[in-house]
């Protein structure tokens, strides 16, 4: 079988901002020591933020070639004859760069909910971890 997990774990990791292209876990940038809240809130609304836009574009098309791969193996297992081209179920094309690269945005959510100052009707974002029960909308 092929579990939805394994789609999902195959989603990209953050790379530390010295280009050893070292692979964080998803959510490790917010454990940077001495980050700010403003740092904190950008690593977890825009995870991509410390790379450059090429690094960004490579990050992105490496995700969606781990998705394929993941999909590729799924359909492996249950027996379906694919053709593989570049060894994936279907051809993966390049990202497309945006001719617009400062000050793009193209969808804000908010949160309301309790706030560092204790208000419970903060709007914002939410900042911290479910498992280290950290979380704050700010």
């Known amino acids: 079988l092929c579990p939805l997990s394994a ?15 070292k692979e964080k ?7 940077l020591p001495g980050a700010s809240w403003e740092q904190r809130l950008a690593d977890a609304v825009t ?45 993966l094309q390049p990202v497309v760069p945006s001719p617009i690269t400062n000050g793009y945005r193209n969808k804000s959510t908010f949160s309301v909910n309790q706030g560092p100052d204790g208000n419970p009707k903060t709007v914002g974002l939410y900042v911290g971890t479910g498992r280290a029960r950290n979380i704050v909308c700010v």
């Open 7 to 21: 789609l999902l774990s195959s989603l990209p990791a953050g790379r530390n901002t010295e280009g050893k292209h």
């Open 25 to 31: 876990k998803a959510g490790e940038w917010c454990s």
């Open 47 to 91: 995870p991509l933020w410390r790379l450059s836009y090429q690094e960004q574009l490579q990050v992105k098309y490496e995700s969606q070639r781990k998705v394929l791969q993941t999909l590729t193996s799924c359909l492996e297992q249950r027996g379906r004859d694919i053709q593989k081209p570049g060894g994936l179920c279907c051809p």
